[in-house]
């Protein structure tokens, strides 16, 4: 299926960037008229993707966010957000809800379920020492 | 971007606007400071006026739920808008009884 509109961004792992990098990407899907629910999902999934990159992908040192979007024709938004840190190395344990690597930082271990909870498909690619790259997948428009 | 309330042995936070990562350690660190010096028998965390939460938010309330066992006191959740309640249901806390 075709791509109608596409964006890129990238920005310093800064804890500051958080709130810029979800509305950044909730303002590039605004056109599609999703409902408000839809917005928050998005917003919170990108807020968690993000959050990991700072805090486990470059462990809170400085490094470079980048984030792709995208908008097919059926109105399905693709959003692949990446570091180059660290990696993951068992995604698997990484995923499952409560694992946590940063419990003195009061994380609750709940990114990725939250992630895969708010978005129709999130996809993990990592290898250590190269990165990780995950990818939201959302169809606007499937609550009605 | 919180204001609080004392009274009655109760320590009331009304949160405001977004939390993320990013906001949490900033009003992570108000909290404790006044629970410290006010021993509250009760700390109130008050959502209503909260527009934007992820995963962060639940750090938060379980970091709070320990402190204030360690004080001697508890802790509890009220005005939970809907969107946000759905992040504190998968966590699990509502089996620690906080949530009003």
Request: include cysteine.
């Amino acid at each position: 299926m075709k791509t109608v509109n596409q964006m890129r961004l990238s920005f310093p792992s800064k804890s500051r960037n958080e709130a810029f990098a979800r509305g950044a990407v909730s303002a590039f899907i605004t056109a599609l008229d999703p409902t408000v629910s839809e917005l928050n999902d998005l917003k919170t999934a990108v807020s968690e993707a993000v959050t990991n990159c700072i805090v486990h992908g470059y462990r809170r040192k400085n490094g470079t966010i980048y984030i792709y979007a995208s908008v097919r024709e059926d109105n399905t938004v693709t959003v692949k957000i990446r570091d180059k840190g660290v990696g993951i190395e068992d995604i698997e344990q990484a995923m499952q809800p409560l694992f946590t690597t940063s419990p003195e930082e009061e994380r609750a271990g709940l990114g990725f379920a939250v992630m895969q909870s708010f978005c129709d498909k999130v996809r993990v690619k990592s290898a250590p020492g190269k990165g990780t790259t995950v990818t939201l997948i959302k169809k606007i428009g499937a609550d009605e | 971007m919180l204001k609080t309330e004392f009274n009655n042995n109760t320590l009331t936070v009304y949160l405001d606007g977004e939390i993320d990562h990013d906001s949490a350690c900033k009003i992570r660190q108000r909290i404790d400071c006044s629970a410290r010096s006010l021993c509250p028998r009760l700390l109130c965390m008050n959502f209503e006026k909260v527009s934007f939460m992820d995963s962060s938010g639940v750090g938060l309330v379980m970091g709070r739920y320990r402190q204030m066992k360690l004080l001697g006191g508890s802790l509890r959740v009220t005005n939970v808008p809907d969107r946000i309640y759905r992040i504190f249901a998968m966590s699990g806390l509502e089996e620690l009884g906080v949530l009003r």
